[in-house]
């Protein structure tokens, strides 16, 4: 399943409080049967108000749950029903657009440019709090993560408006994964939240790695000392210093030759059953 089917699969859940708390709820039922929204819906609340989000199909549906008589017998059972409703332009259009703009972020892998401070994925790797701190930086200055927060955060102050209840963003949003590729054609997984503060309300997108570092070549990046064995590092975009960095930290014994040349670049060997790694620098 790709990036982008996978987030659209576990996208909104705006549940957070038990049903007899509350007599409006929004609740999501992606891919469904209109006949299973309406069933989803009936079982949300006793009486009131329920969207229901359909990330997958784009759609959002509203019903109006109330108990009827079942027969003419004033004494008889009563049954739920849900009578759908047209759903209001103030939902609807946000949650439309705010679709469109995660599909836009999840449509290519997301390249870095090339003052990205981070070079490789051995910086990542190194420092990923450092690197996910300017992921986050970096995403505020492209058009599509900043449309999707707006779009995101205006759903959920018209459905906090109409009495839909959170106490949780947990709840509310969920990860979706997305490949990003660094300066010198490495790449690796992060996953991107949407997080709310509980304190102003603002929304915002939290990123975390999620693993699947790759070179440029689509190779597996080092991880332990033994996977650094036959490697070669060249110096593109600067980053020869962070794959260095990496294989100290990895406790790889490291040699330092001049280089022949002009350029600088390690390169990764066993000798005498141990990897060693042997950076050639330029004069």
């Not at 009486?47 to 019903?63: C, N, S, T």
């Not at 759903?155 to 590729?181: A, C, H, Q, S, W």
């Not at 990764?268 to 004069?283: E, F, G, M």
Request: aromatic residues 12%; proline residues 5%.
């Amino acid at each position: 399943m790709n990036s982008s089917l996978k987030f659209l699969c576990v996208l909104l859940a705006v549940i957070t409080v038990p049903a007899a708390e509350a007599s409006n709820r929004a609740i999501n039922c992606d891919g469904c049967t209109y006949t299973t929204k309406a069933n989803r819906a009936k079982q949300a609340v006793t009486e009131g108000y329920v969207y229901v989000f359909d990330a997958l199909q784009i759609d959002v549906k509203k019903f109006r749950i109330y108990d009827q008589l079942l027969g003419d017998d004033p004494r008889g059972r009563t049954g739920k029903v849900a009578q759908r409703l047209d759903v209001e332009p103030k939902i609807r259009d946000p949650f439309h657009n705010f679709i469109e703009s995660v599909n836009d972020i999840l449509g290519e892998r997301l390249v870095l440019p090339d003052t990205f401070d981070v070079r490789s994925v051995a910086g990542a790797l190194y420092d990923p709090a450092y690197t996910t701190t300017l992921l986050e930086s970096h995403m505020y200055q492209l058009e599509s993560p900043q449309a999707s927060v707006s779009w995101y955060s205006e759903l959920l102050g018209n459905l906090l408006d109409r009495g839909i209840p959170y106490v949780d963003v947990t709840g509310v949003t969920k990860e979706f994964t997305m490949t990003v590729e660094f300066p010198d054609g490495s790449y690796m997984d992060f996953e991107f939240t949407y997080e709310m503060n509980h304190v102003n309300n603002d929304l915002s997108i939290e990123i975390e790695p999620a693993g699947n570092a790759r070179l440029a070549n689509g190779d597996p990046a080092p991880t332990s000392d033994s996977s650094f064995r036959e490697q070669r590092f060249d110096d593109d975009y600067g980053a020869l210093f962070e794959w260095q960095r990496w294989a100290n930290a990895l406790d790889v014994e490291m040699r330092h030759r001049r280089a022949l040349g002009n350029y600088s670049y390690m390169v990764c060997k066993v000798d005498q059953y141990r990897v060693v790694c042997t950076l050639y620098r330029a004069p």
